[in-house]
């Protein structure tokens, strides 16, 4: 079994920066790779960015550029680190922790407001 516990979300103007933290706990060890999701009111859940074991990211287009997904030097934290965040990257931020054996976990969200 593996927790996962977000944090970080918030109210921010347009234009303004967050930085969210994902700790996971458990059997850490079975984790290949941590995501960030989200889901905008009246939305279905979209995937932001993701980070393998390895290093390895991938990103959503439209967040290229602005948001940046890292690890920690504690391997079991995973950071989303938002910049220049408009109104609709307004959503509940979900992290997610996919083990080698293909279990995925899933943390209770932070939401983000950006306001106009």
């Known amino acids: 079994q593996v927790q996962v516990v977000e944090s970080g979300g918030g109210l921010v103007q347009a234009g303004g920066s967050l930085r969210l933290s994902c700790t996971a706990s458990?059997?850490?060890?079975?984790?290949?790779?941590m995501n960030w999701y989200r889901q905008p009111p009246g939305k279905q859940r979209e995937l932001v960015a993701a980070?393998?074991?390895?290093?390895?990211?991938n990103y959503a287009d439209s967040m290229k550029g602005r948001f940046t997904i890292s690890r920690g030097n504690a391997q079991n934290t995973v950071y989303l680190q938002m910049n220049s965040l408009k109104p609709e990257d307004t959503a509940v931020y979900y992290c997610?922790?996919?083990?080698?054996?293909?279990?995925?976990?899933w943390g209770q969200g932070t939401q983000v407001t950006v306001s106009s």
């Open positions: 458990g059997m850490i060890f079975s984790i290949d790779t």
């Open positions: 980070i393998t074991s390895g290093g390895s990211t």
């Open positions: 997610n922790a996919v083990t080698r054996a293909a279990r995925s976990y």
